[in-house]
């Protein structure tokens, strides 16, 4: 059901950090907006958008050299992305309302608070089931 279209530009990794990091929105957002892989039809980089194309993650782009790469490049994008179209800083801290930062801990992506003292929230793709537990 159009998933193949899609596969067709977004590598494997990508689409599936895709699905890892879109777990991190609110079911809010969730439920009014659909992001996929995009390629721009100029430069041909690859980009996080809404599936209808109205908007992408002009200012990050994808890249996937290795998992690192590809989950922290898609929350990058997927970041710049629910600004543009939401204006909204996400995800933050619920600690501190800080914006989160993907960084590297023990070669996995985390979100990381940037405040006065910095520390992990939790993994990319896990801040939904953390904030639950
Ligand atoms: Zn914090």
Avoid at 64 to 70: K, L, Q
Avoid at 80 to 104: A, K, N
Wanted: aromatic share 8%; net charge negative; hydrophobic share 40%.
């Amino acid at each position: 059901m159009g998933e193949n279209e899609m596969r067709d530009d977004a590598s494997e990794r990508l689409s599936d950090a895709l699905t890892k990091v879109v777990a991190d929105l609110s079911e809010r957002i969730r439920s009014k907006h659909e992001f996929s892989i995009i390629r721009a039809p100029d430069s041909g980089y690859l980009y996080v958008g809404l599936k209808d194309g109205r908007y992408w993650s002009g200012g990050s782009m994808l890249y996937e050299s290795t998992d690192f790469d590809a989950i922290g490049s898609v929350a990058e994008c997927l970041q710049d992305c629910v600004m543009e179209v939401l204006w909204i800083v996400w995800p933050e801290c619920p600690s501190h309302g800080f914006g989160l930062h993907v960084r590297q801990r023990s070669g996995e992506a985390v979100w990381s608070c940037e405040g006065a003292a910095s520390h992990v929230v939790a993994a990319v793709g896990a801040l939904n089931s953390k904030k639950a537990g």
